[in-house]
């Protein structure tokens, strides 16, 4: 078990499925291999002392009671939602404690799980696998939780250009481990320590004299390193913008927010500015409307609640079950495919399954028919079968009960698997707009043409069909606005900004042609009548991960590398991206290159890995450096639609998704204009 002398680490790189922990789909990327050893270097010293503090001569219960070859399964459960961080760590801890411990990840860092999911599973001497349970078990659960809390911040900024920082206020120690768990739920890294940057506060400004001898006396005394100046008022930001060359940042502390506001407009983005304090997930949406261009939450790691897992041994099976992995949870998911399998069967051409290219494996493994939101819209209209399982989310249902044949039913394995981007536009608001744009113009429906993107709900495709616009998909975006603008001199856009913008742009309209909608101080007459198009300011929290700092890291380190990218990212990536479209092109484009091409692709991750297996003759990685997972999509489990099916074979309509039918009509109308195009 535990030895005195403890063997060193193993190196994460070299065999993919080596070191510290082995990867189910695919391995790190080098640059990701590269930041697990700095993470597990830094976790070492840590890993000593907890394994000396919780077992320290040995683990007395399971010496007594456990046989001293006996050998367990371990399944590390996730017991409620949350976006996992530490598998390496995890890993590292078992593997200290005994070396003869294997433990394969069953998701990635940075993936969001759903409670009952899997996460890793641990094999080895029964003594020594519940010694190292616990220990372990801390590790994982608390980066799991910083992950999971910097996620929720980070969506909730996501329809802003705002990003979410973390602070020095780590636990002792741990330091690089808080950090790296705040890089995989979507945040940056503020400063790492004292030492890699120069942060000018109120008592270093009293101190020296003011802000201006205070940055004086730092550039002079580490000419190399970034400086930030921390601001109280409106005063001390002016003068910190006074000073030539520009400092790198200012942070505007405790400020309010109409305060906040005025400091954006004053320093009219002449340096960057960073606000602090006060900041909790029901205000910080707000903070990042008023122009900031970073928000520094010390919460993300000094208030974290540890992420529920759990871990449930079993005696190992005799042999190991398909794919490879070994264990009781392992072998439950072979038999519930088995059972998935047994139920299609049965069901036979009374059922098809449409599966959304972002699914799980496992559950598009059983999909007749997969694609993107064009292609399902069109699949729906064409299938006789009498049940349409829809694996996706639930405006994707909505589309195909709308466009179903009397009689089919459209069910989905979870009803509450929604969408971010569809849920920042709702009925009450885009009216309220709408109602804006009448007055301004004098006959809205004269002058603009509402088009929604398939990413929303159904009630907006209805306010579309009634105002004789239309709705349109990433694949089809461009002939759709094109379409729009040959009918009426405007658009009206939502929700995705970014798609409309970049859309737009690639037509030939200006940007400054293009308006953002602001909700809280809608635009002026003037402003409204000089626009092109009304862009509603909503956004995917997943492509909104993608930065240019992606773009620019892959091209150093891969110079032949291909970028791809999805056109719900932003403008500056997609400038940067040598190709942008839907999944449905970013999957052609892949199958038709050629044996030896690198791609980085900017999309969910679910999607790129699949690529990876399908494509092992290409290069093929996430543009990102924490790959992005839909927690939406991820809520299609093998499971609820094992459940769905079970219901259809005993004769119970479970998950029915159902739209009013005036409604459904005009939507419709909209949906009809959409696929005459496609």
């Keep these: 078990m535990l030895r005195s002398s403890p063997p060193s680490f193993p190196p994460i790189g070299g065999d993919e499925r080596g070191g510290a922990i082995a990867w189910i789909d695919g391995g790190p990327t080098v640059a990701r291999q590269e930041e697990l050893e700095s993470l597990l270097r830094a976790a070492e010293p840590l890993i000593e002392l907890a394994i000396a503090e919780d077992i320290g001569p040995g683990d007395a219960t399971s010496e007594a009671t456990l046989a001293a070859d006996a050998i367990l399964h371990g399944c590390v459960i996730a017991k409620a939602s949350g976006v996992i961080a530490g598998l390496s760590v995890a890993a590292a801890v078992f593997r200290r404690v005994d070396p003869a411990i294997d433990v394969v990840a069953q998701v990635d860092d940075g993936q969001e799980v759903v409670a009952g999911e899997l996460v890793a599973e641990v094999t080895g001497p029964a003594r020594s696998v519940l010694a190292a349970e616990r220990t ?218 449409l599966g959304h290219h972002y699914q799980r494996d496992d559950v598009i493994a059983f999909a007749d028919l997969r694609g993107d939101s064009l292609a399902l819209a069109r699949e729906a209209t064409r299938t006789d079968a009498q049940f349409i399982v829809f694996c996706g989310v639930h405006f994707m249902a909505e589309t195909a009960a709308i466009l179903a044949k009397p009689g089919q039913h459209v069910l989905i394995p979870d009803p509450t698997a929604g969408c971010y981007l569809a849920d920042t536009a709702t009925l009450e608001p885009v009216q309220a707009a709408w109602d804006h744009l009448e007055v301004a113009s004098g006959n809205a429906e004269a002058e603009f043409m509402p088009v929604t993107y398939v990413n929303s709900s159904v009630e907006l495709k209805g306010f579309c069909g009634q105002h004789g616009g239309i709705v349109c998909t990433s694949g089809n975006a461009e002939r759709v606005v094109r379409w729009a603008l040959q009918r009426r001199p405007r658009v009206f856009f939502f929700p995705d900004q970014h798609l409309g913008r970049n859309v737009c742009k690639g037509i030939g309209i200006p940007l400054g042609d293009m308006l953002l909608w602001d909700e809280r101080q809608p635009p002026s007459a003037e402003a409204i009548r000089k626009a092109t198009v009304i862009l509603w300011p909503g956004a995917c929290n997943v492509h909104q991960r993608f930065r240019p700092q992606h773009v620019s890291d892959k091209r150093e380190r891969f110079p032949t590398m291909r970028v791809i990218v999805h056109p719900e990212c932003k403008m500056e990536i997609v400038d940067l991206a040598d190709d942008t479209g839907s999944t449905a092109h970013i999957v052609r484009q892949v199958a038709a290159a050629p044996a030896g091409t690198q791609w980085a692709i900017g999309t969910e991750t679910r999607l790129v890995h699949r690529l990876q297996q399908q494509h092992p003759g290409q290069l093929i990685m996430p543009l990102a450096d924490v790959p992005p997972f839909c927690r939406t999509m991820g809520q299609i489990t093998l499971q609820n639609l094992a459940q769905l099916l079970e219901g259809l074979a005993r004769g119970e309509i479970i998950n029915e998704v159902a739209v009013d039918v005036e409604t459904a009509h005009r939507a419709r109308m909209a949906l009809d204009r959409m696929l005459e195009l496609a």
């Design 136 to 353: 372990a078990l801390n590790f994982l659960q608390r980066m799991s939780g910083i992950a999971t809390l910097t996620s929720r911040f980070v969506d909730a900024v996501a329809c802003t250009p705002t990003a979410i920082l973390d602070t020095r206020k780590t636990l002792p120690g741990f330091r690089l481990l808080d950090k790296y768990a705040v890089r995989m739920g979507g945040g940056q890294n503020h400063r790492m320590s004292l030492y890699d940057m120069v942060l000018i506060k109120d008592n270093h400004i009293d101190a020296a004299g003011g802000i201006i001898p205070a940055v004086a006396a730092a550039r002079a005394a580490h000419p190399s390193l970034p400086i930030e100046v921390e601001v109280r008022d409106l005063d001390e930001l002016r003068q910190a913008l006074s000073i030539s060359p520009p400092v790198d940042r200012i942070m505007l502390d405790n400020m309010s927010l109409e305060e906040m506001r005025q400091a954006v407009a004053t320093a009219a983005g002449r340096v960057p500015l960073e606000t602090s304090g006060n900041v909790t997930l029901g205000r910080v949406a707000e903070m990042a409307t008023t122009g900031v261009d970073y928000i520094s939450v010390g919460a993300l790691t000094h208030s974290v609640r540890a992420l529920d897992l759990s871990m449930e041994v079993t005696p190992p099976p005799l042999s190991p079950p398909l794919g490879g992995t070994k264990g009781g949870e392992a072998a439950m998911a072979v038999n519930l495919a088995t059972h998935v399998a047994r139920l299609k069967s049965v069901l036979s051409d009374r059922i098809v399954i």
